[in-house]
């Protein structure tokens, strides 16, 4: 059992936070995160790079000298892809990299980074984050006081707040979420989290049922 401080916006401990790690992933499972990492990093590939073929280059056709007679090799079109400004010879065509792994391995995977988190100490719980309107300044005044500053972060609410998200969106290094939102890149990418209690009790709410099945 882990008992994760809560803090409020200044930064001070306002109480704490019970949890089981195992309730989330009974163990971390490092080939199921990296496959699942590496899934996500491949689903971001545009798949759009494209080179020209002996076919589709500009230039004539005609051979370019006789077959014999030159003491030279036989040559044909200016396109063959020997020859600078030819196509190439296996050209490069458009794809899509995206595939997926199973729903529930992703859903662990994503329980095991939380998981992976919490053991590692990489995890700040604050009790409410809200704002008026928009306040780039006033977020990162929160975080420099919950010393989450100086590294990469990322911000994780209950649900979408338009003003939480406008507030974080221009920090270097930055980067929000909303709970149901989380996988296993976006939790293992930052070197920190900063996570709202309401979201832990979603992340906890959604992986209860499952937990017992987690291997």
Request: charged letters at 25%; aromatic letters at 4%; one cysteine or more.
């Given at each position: 059992?882990?008992?994760?401080?809560?803090?409020?916006?200044?930064?001070?401990?306002?109480?704490?936070?019970?949890?089981?790690?195992?309730?989330?992933?009974?163990?971390?499972?490092?080939?199921?995160?990296?496959?699942?990492?590496?899934?996500?990093?491949?689903?971001?590939?545009?798949?759009?790079?494209?080179?020209?073929?002996?076919?589709?280059?500009?230039?004539?056709?005609?051979?370019?000298?006789?077959?014999?007679?030159?003491?030279?090799?036989?040559?044909?079109?200016?396109?063959?892809?020997?020859?600078?400004?030819?196509g190439?010879?296996?050209?490069?065509?458009?794809?899509?990299w995206?595939?997926?792994?199973?729903?529930?391995?992703?859903?662990?995977?994503?329980?095991?980074?939380?998981?992976?988190?919490?053991?590692?100490?990489?995890?700040?719980?604050?009790?409410?984050?809200?704002?008026?309107?928009?306040?780039?300044k006033q977020?990162?005044?929160i975080?420099?006081?919950?010393?989450?500053?100086?590294?990469?972060?990322?911000?994780?609410?209950?649900?979408?707040d338009?003003?939480?998200?406008?507030?974080?969106?221009?920090?270097?290094?930055?980067?929000?979420?909303?709970?149901?939102?989380l996988?296993?890149?976006?939790?293992?990418?930052?070197?920190?989290?900063?996570?709202?209690?309401?979201?832990?009790?979603?992340?906890?709410?959604?992986?209860?049922p499952?937990?017992?099945?987690?291997?």
């Amino acid at each position: 059992m882990a008992s994760l401080p809560v803090y409020d916006r200044t930064g001070a401990e306002v109480g704490k936070y019970e949890i089981d790690p195992s309730v989330l992933a009974s163990r971390i499972n490092k080939q199921l995160l990296h496959d699942a990492v590496v899934m996500y990093e491949s689903n971001l590939r545009q798949g759009s790079s494209k080179t020209k073929s002996r076919a589709e280059v500009a230039g004539t056709t005609k051979k370019m000298y006789r077959q014999k007679g030159t003491g030279n090799a036989r040559a044909g079109s200016r396109r063959s892809g020997v020859r600078r400004g030819g196509g190439h010879i296996h050209a490069k065509r458009p794809r899509s990299w995206v595939y997926r792994l199973p729903r529930k391995s992703l859903q662990l995977a994503t329980r095991m980074a939380l998981a992976s988190k919490i053991r590692d100490d990489q995890i700040t719980l604050i009790d409410e984050l809200s704002f008026e309107q928009p306040a780039t300044k006033q977020m990162a005044e929160i975080i420099k006081s919950l010393k989450c500053d100086g590294r990469t972060l990322l911000v994780a609410t209950a649900s979408h707040d338009a003003n939480v998200y406008k507030s974080a969106r221009n920090i270097a290094g930055v980067t929000i979420s909303q709970a149901k939102d989380l996988n296993a890149r976006s939790l293992l990418a930052p070197r920190h989290v900063l996570m709202t209690t309401a979201a832990l009790d979603v992340v906890k709410q959604v992986a209860a049922p499952s937990s017992s099945t987690a291997s």
